[in-house]
T-cell receptor, first 111, second 116 residues
Framework: EDQVTQSPEALRLQEGESSSLNCSYTVSGLRGLFWYRQDPGKGPEFLFTLYSAGEEKEKERLKATLTKKESFLHITAPKPEDSATYLCAASRGGSQGNLIFGKGTKLSVKP | SAVISQKPSRDICQRGTSLTIQCQVDSQVTMMFWYRQQPGQSLTLIATANQGSEATYESGFVIDKFPISRPNLTFSTLTVSNMSPEDSSIYLC?????????????FGPGTRLTVT
């Protein structure tokens, strides 16, 4: 069965304390691995798409990487405004709408 | 990217009634989708809204309960019919822009529905 699992469920960091979020996937015919940021009461905000193992993408303090089994979202020197829930999703073969989402990692960054 | 708006942003409805949620995109898009996000859960795809034809529903979701329209390339509606408290959730519209990588999806702000 295709699935996406994120860990940890919650992560509390001090400002400046770098860390990584994990997204493990078992998806047949993976077409893309997506990362979104979701703030309370808002829709998911698109961050990155990764298409093949070894690919890396960066945006400000965030860096996403992809292997054949998992993806990591590295957060370097986080700030309180990075606090949010980070969602991982996989696109599988077939309809472009077949995004499978993980439950997310809730990140809290304390000043 | 695409900017997506939804109406209403939230509503409280009585059991047995229906609610229609509107989704408007600021540019033409190829694909539009409707998701449900229950408290503490993942986003779950309800259906793909096809322009000019019937929506494509995922397993566990049926047209009689969640009728969907997409009359043009920038607008879609989702109706939640004969509601029960189990339908309380956030409903999200998403879209894939015509221009740009074909698998990127952008989301609206969501509609928070509470059924009493």
């Amino acid at each position: 069965e295709d699935q996406v699992t994120q860990s940890p469920e919650a992560l509390r960091l001090q400002e400046g304390e770098s860390s990584s979020l994990n997204c493990s996937y078992t998806v047949s015919g993976l077409r893309g691995l997506f990362w979104y940021r979701q703030d309370p009461g808002k829709g998911p905000e698109f961050l990155f798409t990764l298409y093949s193992a070894g690919e890396e993408k960066e945006k400000e303090r965030l860096k996403a990487t992809l292997t054949k089994k998992e993806s990591f979202l590295h957060i370097t020197a986080p700030k309180p405004e990075d606090s949010a829930t980070y969602l991982c999703a996989a696109s599988r073969g077939g309809s472009q709408g077949n995004l499978i989402f993980g439950k997310g990692t809730k990140l809290s960054v304390k000043p | 990217s695409a900017v997506i708006s939804q109406k209403p942003s939230r509503d409280i409805c009585q059991r047995g009634t229906s609610l229609t949620i509107q989704c408007q995109v600021d540019s033409q898009v190829t694909m539009m989708f409707w998701y449900r996000q229950q408290p503490g859960q993942s986003l779950t795809l309800i259906a793909t809204a096809n322009q000019g034809s019937e929506a494509t529903y995922e397993s566990g979701f049926v047209i009689d309960k969640f009728p969907i329209s997409r009359p043009n390339l920038t607008f879609s509606t989702l109706t939640v019919s004969n509601m029960s408290p189990e339908d309380s959730s956030i409903y999200l519209c998403s879209a894939t822009p015509t221009l740009g990588p074909s698998y990127e999806q952008y989301f609206g702000p969501g509609t928070r529905l509470t059924v009493t």
